[in-house]
Structures are given as structure tokens and as C-alpha cells.
């Protein structure tokens, strides 16, 4: 009991501090006492305090907590020990050795590929943001592995340098693409490699143009749309009209669709984000045709027995049923029975 209240009182002083340096805004700073406090509240161990932060911020992941309030915990303990407690920052640079690193500190491709996959869905990215990082992080091993001449290549700050140099200088890609390189390949290193990576000032970086947005005129979009006939037409107008992406008119859901306001609503969009949008009144009739066919194709796939659609995140677990459901079905279904169920679906992670 006596403990509580000294670490309670220790808490108090430290909130003192966090207004008095300003290291947090005002406003933050409850909720920066409140991550510390859930830290300390931990079973202690023997483990050094980097690696125990590190499995505090690995459990808030499990727990579905946002990428920033995970940098706000991580953050707000460090500050407390490095800064309010004054413990020598070396102590954190003693990170647990990564599985996909072996005791002789080479990388094997096979499990890194695994644990960045997993990494990246405990952090709940979207399925192409984690095709995209997988994708380059196959590039940067395989680079890495061909400069070192081994299959399991060593992974340091130089060659992190190197592969971005070459990107801009060799491969001469554009701005953006060299931008979501370099965030993949951080990301396999500080996340699942446990590498600190430095000295990246020093990259040449591609040039970024500006360029001109290429518009269609209403006639064009008008001349585009008339070569177009039956669903991919309806696709067409739907996303010209609402300002979907194709990905969003593919998954649109037969319950997202509401007539009577004249409105479409948009789940898990890019960042995540749910948002409504306009429902052309030129395509009422046809989509409403294309929702019959597609109730027809519902009604035939319960009558077969097939496996419901795809759900997004834990709903498959917390409403089995939902998956057959017809308004969870979708607008534009597959005529492929087989293909119909799963969508965005994410593939397993790889195995050795």
C-alpha cells in the first residue's frame, strides 16, 4: 500500500514537471501520467527496461490501439525515465535481438517477411499498405542479398543508405515512390529487425516535379461512359459520379447503398476513414436492377450452401451468421461462385 502511494506521489510530481517543461501540450499531459502509470503497473521483471517497453507497446498493438497513441505511450515512458528520472539513455538502446536475426547478425529473408506481416496487422494497416512494404522489403533483401553475397545478408545503416541512393540514382524512380520505399524499409528494420537506423540525411533524394492533374472534360467523361455497356458502365458512372475508388465500388455492400437519401457509405476507406457520398440519381434504376441480380445470386449461393462474404476485421468472429446475411453481400459479386465469399481477404504470412 505504502508503495502505491509513493509511486502515486512520484506520478504527481511528474505531472508537476511535464507542465512546468512543456515536453508534452497541456492537455496531453493526463493522459501521458495515465501511460506511465499503466507501465508501472506491470508485473516486474528482470528484463531491461527497453525490452520491457517494448512488449508494453507490443501488447497496446494487440489491443488495437491507434499508431499514435502507441507513440504517445512509448514516449511518455520514456520522458519519465530518461528525462524525469534521469536513468542513463544507453539503457535503451539494449533492445531485444530479433527472431529473424541469427547470433551471427544475418537476416533470414523468409522470417522477416513473416514478422513484418504480422507487425503490420497488429498495427491494423490496410491490405495494399502491407503488400506495398512486403513488396519492397523483398526488393531491399534481395539487394542486400546480392551485395553481400549471401542469402542471409547482414542488415546495417550503410546499406539502408545504398539501397535508397540507388533507387534515386540507378533506378531513377519519382519522389513518392522512393518515399514508400524508405518507409517499408524503416519500418522492417526499427520494427521487426530491431535495427537503429541512422544517418539517412545523406540520401540523394529523387526529384519532385510538379505536374499538371490530367482532367477529362464533361463531353470526354460523357464519350468515355457510352463506350462502356452493362455493369462495368454502372461501376463507371458509380465511381464518376460518387468519386469512389475502384477498390470502394468493388467492395460496396448491398446495406451501404440508401435509396431514399440518395446516399452511399463508404467502410474502411483509405486511412481507415468511413464516409457518405452522393448516389447519382441518373443510375437509381440500374442499380437497382443490378442489386436484384445480385439478390438472386445470394439466394442461389444459400440454397448451395456456400460460405458467407468476407468480413472486415474480428466481426466474422463476432457475428459468424452476419456473412450470409444479404445486405453484407455485395453490390457487384463475382460471377464466379468460388470467388464470391472472399474479398480483401489477406493472404497468410509466409512460412519457411
Not at 505511450?73 to 525515465?81: D, L, S
Not at 458512372?237 to 477498390?247: C, Q
Not at 457520398?277 to 445480385?294: G, M, N, V, Y
Not at 450470409?324 to 455485395?330: K, M, Q, V
Amino acid at each position: 500500500m505504502r508503495e502505491t502511494r509513493d509511486q502515486e506521489a512520484t506520478l504527481q510530481q511528474f505531472a508537476e514537471y511535464l507542465l512546468k517543461t512543456g515536453i508534452f501540450p497541456a492537455k496531453s499531459a493526463p493522459f501521458v501520467v495515465r501511460w506511465v502509470r499503466r507501465f508501472l503497473s506491470q508485473p516486474a521483471t528482470s528484463d531491461p527496461l527497453a525490452a520491457r517497453l517494448q512488449a508494453f507497446c507490443e501488447n497496446l498493438e494487440r489491443e488495437g490501439r491507434q499508431d499514435w497513441q502507441v507513440h504517445q505511450a512509448e514516449h511518455a515512458v520514456r520522458v519519465y525515465f530518461v528525462n524525469f528520472l534521469g536513468i542513463d539513455d544507453q539503457t535503451w538502446r539494449e533492445t531485444r535481438p530479433s527472431s529473424a536475426v541469427d547470433t551471427d547478425g544475418r537476416a533470414d529473408p523468409l522470417a522477416a517477411l513473416e514478422q513484418l506481416r504480422i507487425r503490420i496487422r497488429l498495427r491494423h494497416y490496410s491490405s495494399r499498405t502491407e503488400c506495398s512494404y512486403v513488396d519492397w522489403a523483398r526488393r531491399f533483401l534481395t539487394y542486400a542479398a546480392e551485395r553481400d553475397g549471401a542469402p542471409r545478408p547482414r542488415i546495417d545503416a550503410a546499406i539502408v543508405r545504398d539501397f535508397l541512393t540507388h533507387l534515386a540514382v540507378t533506378r531513377r524512380v519519382s519522389a513518392s515512390t522512393q518515399n514508400q520505399a524508405q518507409s517499408a524499409v524503416l519500418f522492417l528494420c526499427r520494427d521487426v529487425l530491431n535495427l537503429s537506423v541512422d544517418g539517412l540525411a545523406q540520401v540523394p533524394r529523387a526529384k519532385r516535379g510538379s505536374h499538371l492533374p490530367v482532367v477529362l472534360s464533361v463531353p470526354e467523361v460523357a464519350a468515355l461512359l457510352d463506350r462502356l455497356h452493362g455493369t462495368p458502365h454502372l461501376m463507371a458512372s458509380l465511381i464518376y459520379g460518387g468519386g469512389l475508388r475502384v477498390s470502394e465500388c468493388c467492395e460496396l455492400r448491398i446495406k451501404d447503398v440508401d435509396f431514399d437519401q440518395g446516399l452511399l457509405t463508404i467502410r474502411s476507406g483509405k486511412g481507415a476513414n468511413d464516409r457518405t457520398t452522393l448516389l447519382p440519381a441518373s443510375i437509381h434504376e440500374l442499380l437497382r436492377a443490378q442489386i436484384q441480380r445480385a439478390t438472386a445470386l445470394h439466394a442461389g449461393d444459400r440454397q448451395a450452401g456456400l460460405a458467407g462474404v468476407w468480413l472486415p476485421e474480428a466481426l466474422e468472429r463476432k457475428y459468424p451468421r452476419a456473412g450470409r446475411d444479404l445486405g453484407w453481400f455485395w453490390v457487384f459479386p463475382s460471377p464466379d461462385a468460388v470467388n464470391r465469399p472472399a474479398r480483401r481477404r489477406r493472404p497468410p504470412p509466409p512460412r519457411a
